[in-house]
């Protein structure tokens, strides 16, 4: 079972290119996010999720793009890249929830990461 | 609105010595409380978590973790600390319907 896979692993980028970070999971998830990781910042949230057609913005979206067409698969776009996204970057699942509960309280389920730089 | 509080960025111990990570948090209600853990190169992987009954979960790795809501925390801990434990900790809290917060982070170095 392959879970969440992301692709690249590593990317090096120069200011103003553009790119696109994959991750698809076969694990029939709903919910779909994107993370970022920067040193003493934790991970923030970036984009998420519900299911197909549907996005949101989490606490850091600028300058990032999404969009669902399929339940397997949630693209990171990166219009014109920054500096400032030199970061790692992790893909995320989850299950919506069983018998009504909250989806909040399962357990989320991580890519390996993409390690990005911008120069 | 909610936060997560994790007040030691980097803590050593020694192999076999007990282990404690802190976690405090931030919010109206009883949260969905998560410690994950990160090896070198990895992805997070779910270590345990709590959402209601007993106080004390089991995790994997003989992990285990205490919510008290008098104190608003839930501290991981562990009481003998194998070399392999070397990884970056991460206490998270899920609040309302969608969302998930995470604290920044304990790194665990272990010393022979």
């Known amino acids: 079972n392959a879970g969440v896979t992301q692709t690249p692993k590593f990317q090096v980028l120069k200011t103003g290119q553009s790119m696109t970070l994959q991750c698809a999971q076969d694990m029939n998830h709903e919910y779909m996010s994107w993370y970022r990781q920067d040193p003493g910042m934790g991970l923030r949230l970036i984009h998420y999720?519900?299911?197909?057609?549907?996005?949101d913005q989490g606490e850091v979206p600028n300058g990032y793009n999404v969009s669902r067409s399929t339940t397997e698969d949630f693209p990171l776009r990166l219009l014109s890249a920054a500096p400032s996204q030199t970061s790692v970057y992790f893909c995320?699942?989850?299950?919506?929830?069983?018998?009504?509960?909250?989806?909040?309280?399962?357990?989320?389920?991580f890519g390996s990461g993409t390690q990005l730089s911008v120069l | 609105a909610q936060s997560v509080t994790q007040p030691d960025i980097h803590i050593t111990v020694s192999e076999g010595a007990s282990l404690e990570l802190r976690c405090n948090y931030s919010?109206?209600?009883?949260?969905?409380l998560f410690w994950y853990v990160q090896s070198p190169g990895q992805g997070l992987q779910l270590l345990l978590k709590?959402?209601?009954?007993?106080?004390l979960v089991q995790g994997i790795k003989g992990f285990e973790a205490e919510f008290k809501r008098s104190q608003s925390s839930f501290n991981l801990r562990k009481p003998s600390v194998h070399w392999s434990d070397a990884a970056e900790y991460f206490c998270?809290?899920?609040?309302?319907?969608?969302?998930?917060?995470f604290g920044i982070g304990t790194k665990l170095q272990v010393i022979p």
């Open positions: 919010y109206g209600a009883t949260p969905y």
């Open positions: 998270a809290v899920g609040t309302g319907y969608q969302k998930v917060t």
């Open positions: 709590y959402f209601s009954g007993d106080t």
């Open positions: 999720s519900v299911g197909a057609g549907i996005t």
């Open positions: 995320a699942s989850r299950s919506t929830g069983f018998g009504g509960t909250s989806p909040a309280r399962e357990k989320l389920f």
